[in-house]
């Protein structure tokens, strides 16, 4: 690739209604060029057993599949190249970051 188009991330925190942990840290949408936005992104913590590892991570937009296949998911969208998958994460992560922040809470810990 040989340039990356301008990235816009916005990130709405989720907190458990019922007030408990929760794996779901945040939503998110991505606009890139201006012109074009993914909604349906996730920020999840790792679960616990992960090398004790709860950092954030993304995950893309997906659907269920019918019939025989709903045990499957199925990406909706997603990067298709390694640089654009990394520029993604890394504006889709300081948005969830400057969130966190704006709240008073710790990204580590989610307190």
Known sequence: MDTMPKLEARVRLYDDPRGGP??????A???????FVING???LA?????AGDRAPFVVWPA???I???????YDLAHPIHHAAR???????LAAYEKAM???GRNVENRT
Do not use: P
């Not at 929760?22 to 939503?27: D, K, V």
């Not at 790792?46 to 992960?50: A, D, I, P, T």
């Not at 990394?86 to 889709?92: D, P, Y």
């Open 63 to 65: 659907e269920r599949g």
């Open 22 to 27: 929760t794996q779901l840290l945040a939503f």
């Open 101 to 103: 922040k704006q709240q």
């Open 86 to 92: 990394e520029a993604a994460l890394r504006s889709i």
């Open 41 to 43: 992104i996730r920020v």
């Open 46 to 50: 790792k679960r616990e057993g992960h």
């Open 29 to 35: 949408e991505l606009t890139s060029a201006d012109a």
């Open 67 to 73: 019939g025989r296949d709903m045990d499957r998911w």
